[in-house]
């Protein structure tokens, strides 16, 4: 009773004996999807802030913004106007506009080089979307270890009664087992749908990145 009013108090609003004691109703496979779902939810919030500095909702306004006045022939002040943002976005227009103005840089070469950064950007954008993808995949797979194995406890326990089995007893092994794979599945699916989500931003964010390098160079080579 202490211990909820305390949750209560800090406004948990559950009771962590309760939760232990619902852990515990499946075994090891629904300790396990409990674990999974708190790496889960953590790998969800850390990918939207690592998305969120990475500019992934900004629109890419400064670097549009550059890429207007590279466009505009003042190349200095585009570079300027990029100094020390930190998006994505800008960090591969800045760097094509650094190999585009560097004179001993061939085009092929500058094209090359930015190829390079956005793939790496990418790569950063993408990291931990495989962890997503691995709770999506094992959630269900260790609900249904749980609905199995619990299936066998609850068949065993029905030999062992004999003639004086008690089909309540049979049905309360059952919906026990069963409670790992709805906890798998609630777990795998918003995973999923966050994995869904995020393949998304990254992919405006390519298109977005392929847009800004490709009017430097046309820009760079109409101007020159």
Do not use: Y
């Not at 108090?9 to 309760?18: C, E, K």
């Not at 609905?147 to 003639?163: D, K, R």
């Amino acid at each position: 009773m202490e211990t909820g009013l305390a949750a209560e108090g800090l406004g948990l609003g559950f009771d962590p004996q309760q939760i232990v004691a619902f852990l515990d109703t499946g075994g090891m496979a629904l300790w396990a999807i409990g674990i999974l779902s708190v790496a889960t939810v953590a790998l969800i919030l850390w990918k939207v802030w690592r998305l969120a500095l990475g500019g992934a909702w900004s629109g890419g306004r400064h670097a549009e913004a550059a890429v207007a006045l590279w466009q505009k022939g003042e190349r200095s002040q585009a570079r300027a106007r990029l100094d020390g943002r930190r998006s994505l976005r800008a960090q591969l227009a800045h760097r094509a506009m650094e190999v585009l103005c560097d004179p001993a840089m061939p085009d092929a070469l500058a094209r090359e080089e930015t190829e390079r950064l956005a793939r790496s950007l990418l790569t950063q954008a993408r990291a931990g979307l495989r962890g997503l993808e691995l709770a999506a995949t094992i959630g269900p797979l260790l609900g249904l270890l749980g609905t199995v194995t619990g299936m066998i406890a609850a068949f065993q326990a029905l030999q062992e009664a004999g003639s004086r089995a008690d089909p309540a007893m049979l049905a309360g092994g059952i919906w026990e087992a069963l409670l790992t794979t709805a906890a798998g599945m609630a777990v795998a699916i918003p995973a999923q749908i966050a994995l869904t989500w995020f393949d998304s931003v990254i992919d405006s964010l390519r298109h977005d990145m392929e847009d800004i390098a490709t009017r430097l160079f046309v820009t760079n080579e109409t101007i020159g």
